[in-house]
């Protein structure tokens, strides 16, 4: 069993900064790929940003120059640093992370931290 647990989701003005993080904890291997989805209502679940074992990383080319995904794979800990945050990035903010636990691979998410860009 894998828990991702996120945290840092905040009310922030337009043209603000947060930064979420998500811990994933219980029995991991290794986590191949950690990531940031975002969902509205009644919208599609997107893709933020996502980060391999090997640092590459992936943007949805809504958010590239202004987030930044980084993972410190000691901790099994992702990040997500939102500067110039935009009302449009209103949105709970869902953790994934694609691991194995040594003899299956498996994709785990988190419960999710609401952000609401609004003056």
């Known amino acids: 069993q894998v828990q991702l647990v996120e945290s840092g989701g905040d009310l922030v003005q337009p043209g603000g900064s947060l930064r979420l993080s998500c811990a994933a904890s219980?029995?991991?291997?290794?986590?191949?790929?950690m990531g940031w989805y975002r969902q509205v209502p009644g919208q599609q679940r997107e893709l933020v940003a996502a980060v391999d074992s090997g640092g590459t990383t992936n943007y949805a080319d809504s958010v590239k120059g202004r987030f930044i995904i980084s993972r410190d794979n000691a901790k099994n800990t992702v990040y997500l640093q939102m500067n110039s945050l935009k009302p449009e990035d209103t949105a709970l903010y869902l953790c994934n992370a694609f691991f194995s636990d040594g003899s299956r691979a498996y994709n785990s998410w988190g419960q999710g931290t609401q952000v609401t860009v609004s003056s």
């Open positions: 219980g029995n991991i291997v290794s986590i191949y790929v």
